[in-house]
């Protein structure tokens, strides 16, 4: 199993980015996907996830901003962060739950 992410970076508040997650080794249509993030010295917090046939979940702190996808045909699972807040900032993971599989990290900051 592999989960590479990327599309991490640095972005003023209110400003946008799409984070990219490429899945491989595992039969990723049958598998729900999540990301998760982490600010150093706490806990990784669930962000949002995405069942295989479609289903989001979000978190209360991302809900209305933030936008879970996939693309069945390609591996991927995408993360579309509008209206960032400096709060954002984090450390991104894809994750596989069943497989319980992380991807290395994409690192976001959300600064002026």
């Known amino acids: 199993v592999q989960l590479v992410e990327s599309g991490g970076g640095l972005v003023q508040p209110g400003g946008s980015l799409r984070l990219s997650c490429a899945a491989s080794?595992?039969?990723?249509?049958?598998?729900?996907m999540s990301w998760f993030r982490q600010v150093p010295g706490k806990e990784r917090r669930f962000a949002a996830s995405?069942?295989?046939?479609?289903?989001?979940v979000y978190s209360d702190s991302v809900k209305g901003r933030f936008t879970i996808s996939r693309d069945n045909a390609k591996n991927m699972v995408y993360l579309q962060m509008n209206d960032l807040k400096p709060e954002d900032t984090a450390m991104y993971y894809c994750?596989?739950?069943?497989?319980?599989?992380w991807g290395q990290g994409t690192q976001v900051t959300v600064s002026s």
């Open positions: 080794g595992f039969t990723f249509n049958a598998h729900a």
């Open positions: 995405i069942g295989f046939q479609g289903l989001t």
């Open positions: 994750y596989v739950p069943v497989l319980a599989q």
